[in-house]
């Protein structure tokens, strides 16, 4: 088991950008790839994007693409998104979860281990 805590969700601007950051509470962050995930009021808990363990491999929703990064530093057992251009769609709550796995999944209930959230809200 890993816990992880996120931090960086804010106001920002539409066109603007973020970072949110995960941090683990275990020594053993490098054993899991890691996703993001995030919920807006009322609807399903969506898939953002994904990293393998090593950082080597990475995947994205196609909502996304192009305009989020995900990253990692081992080092540091920690978990990075960087947001740039962002919509008002993506308003939401940001989760960071845990996959005992080489590559991880799009899949939320795959997931071994959440954070609490940040809440993410762009205005027009």
């Known amino acids: 088991q890993v816990q992880l805590v996120e931090s960086g969700g804010g106001l920002v601007q539409a066109g603007g950008s973020l970072r949110l950051s995960c941090a683990a509470s275990?020594?053993?962050?490098?054993?899991?790839?890691m996703g993001w995930f995030r919920q807006a009021p009322g609807k399903e808990c969506e898939f953002v994007a994904k990293i393998s363990r090593s950082g080597s491999s990475t995947y994205y929703a196609d909502s996304v693409k192009g305009r989020f990064t995900i990253s990692r530093d081992n080092a540091k057992n920690t978990v990075y998104l960087q947001m740039n251009s962002l919509k008002p769609e993506d308003t939401a709550v940001y989760y960071c979860a845990a996959d005992f796995a080489v590559i991880g999944s799009t899949h939320a209930e795959e997931y071994d281990d959440w954070g609490q959230g940040t809440q993410v809200t762009v205005s027009s």
């Open positions: 275990r020594r053993t962050f490098s054993s899991y790839a």
